[in-house]
């Protein structure tokens, strides 16, 4: 049984900031690449950014350079950093980890979301 939670979302006006976070819980070895996505209503969810096991990092295009994803191993979390917010930022935040068992399984899991809403 792996457990992903994340925390830190909420309403914030434009321009304001917002810290996600996402801790995996569980029996396992080790987790790969970890990913944040989000889904606005009446939208698909899509990628928003993603961080290897060696700390490499994407985003898509219309969150580049204000938002930054980071990981701590040691604590099995992964952050999203969410800086200059914008209304269209507006969204279910889920973060998604790849979980390693064994060096023959691994499998992905998604915490349960976090809403982000940006207004004024």
């Known amino acids: 049984q792996v457990d992903l939670v994340e925390s830190g979302g909420g309403l914030v006006q434009p321009g304001e900031s917002l810290r996600l976070s996402c801790a995996a819980s569980g029996s396992f070895v080790s987790i790969d690449g970890m990913d944040w996505y989000r889904q606005a209503p009446g939208k698909e969810r899509e990628l928003v950014a993603t961080i290897s096991s060696g700390g490499s990092t994407n985003y898509a295009d219309s969150v580049k350079g204000r938002f930054t994803i980071s990981r701590d191993n040691a604590r099995n979390t992964v952050y999203l950093q969410m800086n200059s917010l914008k209304p269209e930022d507006t969204a279910v935040y889920y973060c998604?980890?790849?979980?390693?068992?064994?060096?023959?399984?691994?499998?992905?899991?998604w915490g349960q979301g976090t809403q982000v809403t940006v207004s004024s």
């Open positions: 998604n980890a790849e979980i390693i068992f064994n060096p023959w399984t691994r499998n992905k899991y």
